[in-house]
């Protein structure tokens, strides 16, 4: 199973960006998916999560009321639309896949992506 992120960037507190997760290699609505953050030197940092079809949704604190995961079955691909970004949000955003239960804990996810950097500037 192939994920491969994009739109990340720099941009300035209070800007908007959108993130894609495309999935390639496996039945993409049979999947769980979610997006997770990490700095360096800590643990990876739960953002969100989507059921496979998208009836479920779960938040981090942190970013609810800000952020918004959605999926598009027929295109393999997963969004995390970020807005209101704070610079506490600098961090790699990656996209996780999962073909069991949902869930929120990363060790339940058994694909991911390398990850897109997301540097938020006060």
């Known amino acids: 199973v192939q994920l491969v992120e994009s739109g990340g960037g720099l941009v300035q507190a209070g800007d908007s960006l959108r993130l894609s997760c495309a999935v390639s290699g496996h039945t993409f609505s049979s999947l769980n998916m979610g997006w997770f953050r990490q700095l360096p030197g800590k643990e990876r940092e739960f953002v969100a999560v989507i059921s496979r079809s998208g009836a479920f949704r779960n938040y981090a604190d942190s970013v609810k009321g800000r952020f918004t995961i959605s999926r598009d079955n027929g295109k393999n691909t997963v969004y995390l639309q970020m807005n209101t970004l704070k610079p506490e949000d600098t961090a790699v955003y990656l996209c996780?896949?999962?073909?069991?239960?949902?869930?929120?804990?990363?060790?339940?996810?058994?694909?991911w992506g390398q990850g897109t950097q997301v540097t938020v500037s006060s």
């Open positions: 996780a896949a999962d073909g069991g239960i949902f869930s929120s804990t990363s060790q339940q996810f058994d694909y």
